[in-house]
């Protein structure tokens, strides 16, 4: 006898198959028993990634050259004190450091195991705590590269500040003790870039100081750098204005003999110079870093520095052609700052915020960048030489296993809940560690 169904059997059985594939489709709100096998299994293959760490300050503590600016006393978090016993571990992990704490009498010991490793090793110093790491290669975001760092390991990104302050900077020096620190940084940044164009003084005339900036990033480029970088954040409000070439070129003959800017003045004349600078990423292909994140020192204005202040650039269409990528991922506000992101070309680096925070936490916000953009984030570092025991070794260390612990442990979570299988993970996995970054720099690094 023939198996035969009425239409209204067949209505049954496909509205019960086709429920039954939305059940097994469907995300869940909460990670089932297994996600710490899960994490297990994911946590070694993490491990194994090769890293591009898209952000660090690689360098010894008696270098002032690691990065433009120097840190004022403030106040740090919890997990960023010398205090953190973390750090104990990176030690332990970098140098075969054989004790529990870093007392005075206990961390001498750590000085002089560096100082005879740096005195053996040379050069391949800092490449080698790349290797115990994985890391294949480290962007150096510093003032100026060192000899000592191989171009190969430690490509270049320079700061751009600097063309924003030619004039007498006295009336900004003045606003607080941070900026008595920062600004006299920013003028002999500025200094330095004029002696590399064999210039004393800046040019007579706007077209002139332009076209310095212009051969500047020329030169640099040609250098070896790989990108700019601004910290603005540091030095006023993120909001910029679009004032007429004009009306820049006033400002710029009134003070580039003398005189103290209006700080009007000095605003719109920033406000020009940045788009300018910008205009030359995309012209020269030079991508744009930009520092997005609270800021050291106790007077950082992190209202003036809020990311979301940036958006009528990022989403300017004059700049299509510049890729950004927002530096620190605008901590405290990365879950906002990720929607930034669905600009095509606009990438977000989660530098410092897994130093900043525990793995525990730190996975939640990775989680929700996985879920959103997952092809337009980076992994890096903010490694940098704090002093003589606390150095770039160690920041580079935590930095590595908070992101490595917190990546597969927001994987795992995103497979226990049904919303990526397990080969996908690892393909994101790969993505934030090493390949999104690749590719910006496509044609930049071997």
């Known amino acids: 006898m023939k198996f035969r169904c009425r239409w209204w059997q067949w209505f049954v059985i496909l509205t019960a198959a086709s429920s039954s594939l939305m059940v097994f489709a469907q995300a869940r709100p ?42 004022p006393p403030g106040s740090a978090a919890l997990r960023e004190r010398d205090s953190n016993l973390e750090l104990v571990a990176a030690a332990k992990a970098l140098f075969g450091y054989p004790y529990n704490d870093f007392s005075p009498e206990h961390a001498k010991w750590l000085v002089q195991k560096k100082a005879e490793l740096k005195k053996s090793q040379g050069n391949a110093y800092f490449s080698n705590i790349l290797d115990k ?5 480290s962007v150096a975001n510093r003032a100026m590269m060192a000899g000592y760092l191989d171009p190969k390991r430690f490509p270049w ?9 030619p004039f ?63 910290e603005v954040a540091y030095f006023r409000s993120t909001k910029f204005s679009n004032p007429p070439r004009q009306q820049a070129e006033q400002i710029y003959q009134h003070y580039v003999n003398g005189g103290v800017p209006a700080a009007d003045d000095y605003r ?12 030359e990423g995309g012209r020269l292909h030079l991508p744009v870093h930009i520092h997005s994140a609270v800021g050291i020192g106790d007077y950082f204005n992190i209202s003036e520095a809020n990311i979301m202040n940036l958006e009528n650039i990022l989403r300017d269409p004059r700049y299509s052609a510049v890729t950004f990528v ?14 930034l992101a669905a600009v095509k070309n606009v990438y977000m680096d989660s530098s410092l915020m897994e130093i900043a925070m525990y793995p ?9 960048w996985l879920e959103t953009f997952p092809d337009k984030i980076t992994f890096g570092t903010d490694a940098f030489p704090y002093n003589d025991v606390l ?22 979570e995103m497979v226990s809940m049904g919303e990526v299988s397990e080969s996908k993970a690892l393909e994101m996995a790969h993505g934030y560690l090493h390949d999104n970054a690749i590719r910006i720099y496509e044609g930049k690094v071997q």
């Open 268 to 279: 719109i004349f920033q406000d020009y110079i940045f788009r300018y600078l910008i205009s």
């Open 360 to 368: 525990s936490e730190f996975k939640n916000s990775l989680k929700q």
């Open 133 to 137: 790491l994985n890391i294949e290669r």
């Open 391 to 412: 150095g770039a070794e160690e920041s580079y260390w935590l930095g590595v296993q908070s992101a490595r612990q917190g990546l597969a442990a927001a994987l795992a």
């Open 30 to 71: 909460f990670p089932g028993p297994d996600v710490q096998q899960i994490y297990q299994r994911l946590l070694p293959q993490v491990e194994k990634i090769p890293i591009f760490d898209h952000h660090a300050h690689p360098g010894f503590p008696d270098d002032p050259d690691v990065d433009a600016m120097a840190a």
């Open 326 to 339: 927002m530096i620190h991922g605008g901590y405290p506000l990365e879950r906002e700052a990720i929607w």
């Open 157 to 165: 990104v320079f700061f751009a500040d600097a063309f924003m302050w």
């Open 168 to 230: 007498d900077n006295q009336q900004q020096r003045s606003r607080n003790p941070d900026e008595q620190v920062y600004i006299p940084l920013q003028e002999k940044m500025l200094h330095r870039w004029m002696q590399q164009a064999q210039l004393n003084r800046p040019p007579a005339d706007f077209a002139g100081y332009l076209s310095f900036i212009s051969s500047t990033l020329e030169e640099n480029q040609r250098r070896g750098g790989i990108a700019m970088k601004f």
